[in-house]
């Protein structure tokens, strides 16, 4: 039977008092809090095992090594990649996107496209758009339904031969669209295009298995999944990181310099130029070790159970609006109160324990298509309870009260 | 005309009255309400701060050496603290503005309004006020 009182036990953060009140926080599409585990793996590091790791003969650089590695699989399996080295280490999803978009202009020339959606955080905007200002490619757009759904058919439409590549959210950050990632990358490969998938909002929400997707590239941070922060994974097909030509240059990353000639490390060295946040990869494990030994079944129906809770609770309050009412939905919850403007929602809210997050959510083409300034946003993780719902909605309702 | 000192110490003996946060920020949000409208002629690009969430208007007119300030913000917490700025430094001279001392906004419990989250648009709004004295007072 799921506890929720024993998995907060696991987040020292949890108890603490903000503004005088018990924090509630809503805030983890942003960023979830971390686990004790997590916590005590990065102090140990520190404390036992530091070195630098692929390099040293000496017995601390073996043990770093090894526990970095040993991070290195235990993602490989959680993700169900099929090898070792497709999982490569970053600083986060938006530098993932990144390490791709740069290596992938030298791939496209003139005329070629991409695709994105409308619903994309600027993070799988932006790359791409300047990947497309020096390859001279061109981005084309799925436009979104009024529910935060992607327009499937428009998509079809934009697909031909052309199409290199498709960079998509698996799930929206602003409005909790769950995108049918399977049937895009399915299409997407029809007319040859490869596809990667900005998984930030996906990763401990729901199940992964690469080679079931038979998706080109994934990627996700270790701090949206109660890890550290300052750690992102790119998994990529073997055959399309061989393909992708170096991001960075530096030490690790290389087979013999020269000054005539360099040449490049196998995968996955070749993406991880440069020391890498050791105590943080090292530390992600016991992150991935939480959500896996809790399983997604529980997960998936806890955070659903919430979702739909928040969802009816928050509709009784008048004059709220709900964006992103798909039919598969993560538990965010992007809103508004007529004739009030986020911003105040936030600061009001923030003074009773509520953290939550308003704005723009780095989508503003989101909030260009529905016209609005940003919204007040809950984004729910494991750890919440139908308890802290009843004292956000309570806060809501004061705040309406005093702003109108 | 008080100073800009005197004025500060003012609202710092009104928010003393205040017993909780609630009490502060209710005062706030009927500052803003009550805060004139700009002219909407002076709703333009031109005129707009921009803070990451919270927009903020500011047009300034000089009047024999003292600036007259009016503003608006979409946020009306926002439009409450523009309110507190423009009762203290609109009507002051070019010289007062540019070397005003503004500590009231942390005395009376606000600092969070001022913090560098890029929230909102405030340490803006107060930088262009003084802009806009330092380029009328040379």
Redesign the interface.
Known sequence: MFDVSKIRDLFPILKRKV?GRDLVYFDNGASTQKLHSVIDTVSNYYKEENSNVHRGVHFLSGLATDKFEESRRVIRKFIGAKYDHEIIFTKGTTDSINLVANGFRSLLKKGDEIIISELEHHSNIVPWQMCCEYSGAVLKIIPLRDNGELEISKFESLLSKKTKLVALSHISNSLGTINPIKEFIEKSHKVGARVLIDGAQAASHVPLNMQDLDVDMYCFSAHKMYGPTGVGVLYGKEDILNEIPPYQGGGEMIKEVSFKKTTYACLPHKFEAGTPNIAGVIAFKSAIEFIADLGFNTITKHEEYLLEYATQEISKIGGVRIYGTSEKKSGIISFNIDG?????I???L??MGVAIR???HCTQPIMERFNI??TARISLAIYNTKEEIDVCMASIRKVKQ??S | MRTIKEIQEEILEDFDMFED??QK??YL?DLGKELPSIDEKYKIEENLIKG????VWLHAEENSGNIIFSADS?????KGIVALLIRVLSGQSANDIAHADLDFINKIGLK??LSATR??GLLSMIKQMKLYAIAIDK
């Not at chain 2, 979409?74 to 926002?78: L, P």
């Open positions: 503004n009030i403007h986020p911003y105040d936030g600061v009001l923030d003074k308003t704005g723009h300034p940003g005093m702003l | 946060w609630m920020y209710e949000i990451c969430q919270s927009r979409d946020a009306i917490m926002t969070e309004q929230a909102n």
